[in-house]
């Protein structure tokens, strides 16, 4: 049996189709829904790329294995590529998310990463002289660059990852294969195909908006849309990479978990982009699991994504203990500091305010309150750079 966890980044629930009816333009993740089980409560611990993907190898909390923004290094944690690589698998990671370069530690331990940048090889282990301050804000530099590269290039491009993966796939030989595969395409800024974007929304690809910065109501709609057309392209892709898995005899032999590091703001609280709080559209993520006899419906019980790091272990057959979550009830995460607890509460509740579905804690896991208000970035000087324009 092989196992591929392929991280859907940045993708909102609530655009695609399995979530969502209302969506038609996620055929590919409907179809590979119908194979599989589709959890609506799964909850990523933290809402932006790194400690997320961090928790989900390592199976711990973003406090425990310590990659943030202070610290944008993974070094705690027996890393999932290395606990599956001494089960025999042959590891492969195919990404090209800047948080999950080698100086970060991500990706430490797979038999090989496949990434676009060339550059990057500099920052391969010999190079890494992580854990010294000064390289910190080169490291938060280079998740920044991703933001700046894709506004240069203008244009969402998967095919590198897709044609890696088919690669893969089709020299794969008896061992068996995890391949860890990384689709940003969702992430802002939002750059789709011409055959994606609507032609209304055109004019906002060039715009210099800035992640985590204010949007005003007036663009929503139009970043919303390019957003959805971003969300269709990767899909696309998605579909292409399951057709892949086909074309090459291993679907059925194949361990599917499909799942969002995080969502994205889209003109709620009038923030555009992730990362900085911990509401709904950021946290809760799609998560799809398809053993190789397929999946089972639909499950509406609580999870969380860096639980999946057990559970895959435990498909391969080399069961590791977790922990257990800290509270039984409910989702952990942080955001940036304080800790950040997510509480399960009645929809009606969260509808009503959902700014009011976390409790803060401080530094040693002590609750303070059930009903504090989710810390907001909002630095008062932020401004958009230019007018929308017309039309
Ligand atoms: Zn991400």
Known sequence: MNIALIVLDTLRKDRIAPYNRTIDFTPALSDFAADATTYTNAISQAPWSLPAHASLLTGLYPWQHGASQRFPYLHAGTRLQTVLGDAG?????????????????????FDRVVTRSEWTRLLRQPWRIDRLEPLRSAVIRLGSWGNLRRTITQTSDLSDELSATQSVLETHGDDPLFLFLNLTSAHFPYNPPDQYAEDAAHQYRSRPLENGGPVVPAEIDRLSALYDAEVAYLDTVFGQVIESFKAAGLYDETLFVVVGDHGELLGEDEILGHHFSVRDELIEVPLFVKPPGGGDGRNDTLIETRELYYRLCKAAGTERTDPGRLYPDRACGIYHEPVIYGSRLPSARRELDTAQFYAVADQDKRVLTDDSAVPQHRSPDRQLVGEPSDG
């Open 89 to 109: 698998f042959n590891t492969v990671a195919i990404h090209n998310n800047e948080w999950l370069l080698p100086v970060t530690g991500v990706t430490d331990g």
